[in-house]
């Protein structure tokens, strides 16, 4: 069992930057991708950014990519997830998401670990 505690949510002002970071309660010696997934008040849990095993493949969702950049402390089991530009519709509550395996994901499918989510608050 990998447990994931998500910090760095907070309120904020269109435009101002966060970093959320997502540390792994132990070490896996298991390949993994880590990535970010969000839920809006009212709105489905929809993906954000996933990074590759390895850190060199990342994705993202159209919405954030530009403004968006995930990255990992391989050595102590933690991805970050830095936010620019925010704006109003990235308030939601982020949660960090698990997968064995070291490709990165798109979508929820075959997620085996969920954190329990930081909110973001952006207002205008």
């Known amino acids: 069992q990998v447990q994931l505690e998500e910090s760095g949510g907070g309120s904020v002002q269109a435009g101002d930057s966060l970093r959320l970071s997502c540390a792994a309660s132990r070490r896996t010696f298991s390949t993994y991708a880590m990535g970010w997934f969000r839920q809006a008040p009212g709105k489905e849990r929809e993906f954000v950014a996933a990074?590759?095993?390895?850190?060199?493949?990342?994705v993202y969702a159209d919405s954030v990519r530009g403004r968006f950049t995930i990255s990992r402390h391989s050595a102590v089991d933690t991805v970050y997830l830095r936010m620019n530009s925010l704006k109003p519709e990235d308030t939601a509550v982020y949660y960090c998401?698990?997968?064995?395996?070291?490709?990165?994901?798109?979508?929820?499918?075959?997620?085996?670990?969920w954190g329990k989510g930081t909110l973001v608050t952006v207002s205008s």
């Open positions: 990074l590759s095993w390895s850190g060199d493949t990342t």
């Open positions: 998401a698990f997968r064995y395996g070291g490709v990165p994901f798109r979508n929820s499918g075959g997620i085996d670990f």
